[in-house]
């Protein structure tokens, strides 16, 4: 038995989007762009730092624009943002982005609550939206809302998150990205799907973006990983979800980029990422949006640290 | 790609030793035997359900053969004592127990703390316990600590581990667990070394004892069944780890029994357990001993429970 894991892998940071958008109060730009500029020098390949939704449907990011402008572009990250529609995409070519994530949902029933749009209009904004990125040097993933699993609709069906998958290939997109939304996945579900669109698009760059209400996000990633992903989103502390997905902050969380990294390393797969300043980055988003200790590698448990607590602390017995 | 996986899988109840262990108070024996009585109508195949240590050693336990006499033996779960020693075997084998785990702990610097004997006295114990249980109906497992990583000494050598499991084989030993006892292994390293285990020993009844320090238990446990392995050792509500560990309670934990059933039954991996019972009793451990909500499972984090949430709490927008 032999694990095929990738020799290096890509990490989008997803805080300012999936993490800002759940958080309950309205975080000010200041300390939006404070953050975001902290995490570009993590080493994280990408992060979608914001979203080009409409201001009412996301008013948590309706300081998009000005957090665009205000925000310090390295040569060595890839500013990504979320676009739901042709509107949000004028609004991120104007923002000078290097990358948008056109928004699918696949399931109707939270793509109806999402976005109040059916499938097909759905899809044809994302055909829009490439066609506008055309001629210019931004890069269109497509985000696949409920790859697997929606809260309203219980699990999608393969077929349907395959159909999916082709129409968005066809459509001209870069990347395509399947999303575990609701953080519901498993990781046989997982190897079947993914299995399933590279064995239809070989050559097509598949990204997983990764929620872990179940706790089997790292499963499905190693899952994923053996399938040939080796480009993952995740969320600095695990904070993010849908606006609209049930239940409070804490309940649906993304994978801490954190612990996802720490696994990568442990296990030998490079990223770009520097892991003890990305822990001194988690512990400051902890702090300052007072999220307590949300990983496993800000309660220590990295090898590192537990070597240090050994030598420390004494332990609790003699 | 294909995940070869188990069509069914063993599960093996931790929380009465493992748990109540580390438990920074003693639970009165009465508690004790409710809730070991509680968790036999679960499903569970297996529970560990006390220590036979020397009552200094680990007084939270001291009350063990009293708490074997007083549980409720059902025939559908195997009762497994620890035993540390030749001693400890004499009163395991006066307390009627099914099974032993007789320990080994691979690395010198958790050994020498826990046990204080040096690795050829401790496997001298197991052969000798193998040879009280001769005669009688008690099958002998041996479980390897640290056989990953331990806190004082760092990463095992997988010589090591593997040397001493064909030393407990040679013993004649039942089944051979390897424990995370730090809950710091990653799933290349669990794939490698179980898979050099099946190499030298194809016929070996191997399980893996699971903690999940660094959050990637579950992912090792995916790994771990892709090798072959389907028994695994976890405990209700995540509660346990070594006596000497370093760090608090809420630090070092086993897998949450619920978590792990959780995942094999998403998966199609059958278990006897029957979930919406085990979901009950791990509410009422954490009640009980004040544990908050400790798991994935208890935080609503099934499928049918997500499902039921969304139906009944309105999403946050609109």
Same mark, same amino acid.
């Given at each position: ?16 989007? =999936? #993490?800002?958008? *759940? ?17 570009? /020098? ?15 449907? %996301? ?5 998009? +624009?000005?957090?665009?402008? !205000?925000?310090?572009? !390295?040569?060595?990250?890839?500013? !990504? ?16 982005? =290097?990358?948008?994530? +056109? ?33 210019? =040097? ?25 159909? %999916? ?15 575990? /939304? ?16 590279? =064995? ?6 598949? #990204? ?29 502390? #695990? ?17 801490? /980029? ?18 003890? *300043?990305?822990?001194?980055?988690? /512990? ?12 496993? +590698? ?18 609790? &017995? &003699?």
């Amino acid at each position: 038995m032999d694990l095929s894991l990738p020799e290096s892998a890509t990490i989008v940071e997803m805080l300012p989007r =999936d #993490g800002f958008q *759940r958080y309950p109060e309205f975080i000010p730009t200041d300390e939006k762009v404070e953050l975001i500029d902290a995490l570009s /020098t993590t080493g994280v390949d990408e992060i979608e730092f914001t979203s080009f939704t409409h201001p009412k449907a %996301v008013p948590s990011l309706r300081d998009a +624009a000005e957090v665009a402008e !205000r925000i310090e572009r !390295r040569d060595d990250v890839c500013y !990504r943002a979320l676009v739901p529609n042709t509107v949000g995409m004028e609004r991120a070519i104007d923002a000078d982005v =290097d990358k948008v994530n +056109a928004l699918v949902v696949i399931s109707d029933g939270y793509r109806e609550k999402n976005q109040g749009m059916s499938l097909e209009e759905n899809l044809e904004q994302v055909e829009a939206i490439v066609d506008l990125a055309d001629g210019t =040097d931004i890069e269109v993933e497509a985000g696949l809302g409920t790859s697997f699993f929606c809260p309203y609709d219980g699990e999608i069906d393969a077929e349907q998150t395959l159909s %999916v998958v082709d129409r968005v290939l066809e459509a001209g997109v870069d990347e395509v990205t399947l999303a575990t /939304t609701m953080g519901m996945a498993d990781p046989r579900q997982v190897t079947e799907r993914l299995s399933a669109v590279y =064995d239809r698009h070989p050559d097509a760059d598949v #990204g997983l973006h990764l929620h872990d209400t179940n706790g089997m996000s790292l499963a499905n990633t190693l899952a994923a990983m053996q399938c040939g992903v080796s480009r993952f989103d995740t969320s600095v502390c #695990g904070l993010g979800g849908g606006t609209i997905l049930p239940g409070g902050l804490g309940d649906v969380g993304n994978t801490p /980029t954190e612990d996802l990294v720490n696994m990568l390393h442990d296990m030998g797969v490079r990223t770009n990422v520097d892991e003890e *300043r990305l822990l001194e980055v988690a /512990t400051n988003v902890a702090d300052r949006l007072d999220l307590g200790t949300p990983s496993r +590698a800000l309660m220590g448990g990295t090898r590192e640290q537990v070597l240090e607590t050994a030598e420390t602390e004494p332990s609790r &017995k &003699k």
